[in-house]
């Protein structure tokens, strides 16, 4: 019979899955809600901005910086992980922090963990925007990501390049390879392609997700499930010519 498990053996057992849960819900995390694209309000302008070391428009320091990879604002370890010793006493301001990162302009905190892995899994390392090619440093927004062509956008075109991009290059949804009409769109090259045409020679596909696109590898969307601006402009031609008439 197997030996039976301790008390000490089941609580390690347990924190370890929940250690594992915790990791994989940062993965899944969006971009929005990520400390190092947090909302912050300058403490000598008052402007609303990304998080980030100094203000963007009058270059003052902040107060109390909250870390970009895991957040917080107060470090309550009197040991551990830190790599500048406090025992005793609880850090903020400028006694928590323990550099700047060079993609997201946020401070990180001096946890050796922080320090060490930030810099390599930081969300926006290549964060420039599709509309304006601009950079972390070349705005003072938030950073977010296309639903629907997964690229980077600034806040000030947001909202413009998601109206534009839910349009396809052609008006009869046709496969570019053939004349079948494309049960597979994809957004960011605004392409269709059929069931033939999307597979492609000597690579295996798991039939549980979404075929990629062959041109981009970008993951495809079922055309019958999209709502394009093209079908409805296309459905609403009829009721606009016999309003004008």
Request: net charge positive.
């Amino acid at each position: 019979m197997p030996k039976k498990k301790t008390g000490q053996r089941k609580k390690h057992e347990k924190q370890k899955l929940h250690q594992k849960k915790i990791q994989s819900s940062k993965e899944k995390q969006d971009l929005v809600e990520r400390p190092c694209n947090f909302n912050m309000d300058c403490d000598k302008c008052g402007r609303k901005q990304k998080n980030r070391a100094f203000c963007y428009f009058c270059q003052a320091l902040q107060r109390l910086p909250v870390c970009a990879q895991c957040g917080k604002a107060k470090c309550m370890m009197k040991s551990g992980d830190c790599v500048v010793k406090h025992p005793g006493s609880f850090t903020t301001g400028l006694g928590m922090v323990g550099a700047i990162c060079d993609f997201c302009e946020a401070w990180v905190c001096h946890g050796r963990v922080c320090l060490t892995s930030h810099a390599c899994s930081c969300p926006l390392r290549d964060a420039d925007c599709i509309e304006c090619q601009r950079g972390v440093w070349d705005h003072g927004g938030r950073i977010f990501v296309c639903p629907y062509c997964s690229n980077f956008l600034c806040e000030d075109d947001q909202f413009e390049h998601q109206a534009s991009c839910q349009t396809l290059q052609t008006e009869t949804y046709k496969c570019v390879s053939c004349n079948k009409l494309g049960q597979h769109s994809c957004l960011r090259c605004k392409l269709c392609w059929c069931d033939d045409h999307i597979k492609r020679k000597g690579f295996k596909y798991d039939e549980k997700q979404a075929f990629p696109c062959p041109k981009c590898s970008h993951t495809t969307s079922a055309t019958k499930d999209l709502s394009m601006s093209e079908w409805v402009s296309l459905a609403m031609r009829p009721a606009l010519s016999l309003k004008q008439k």
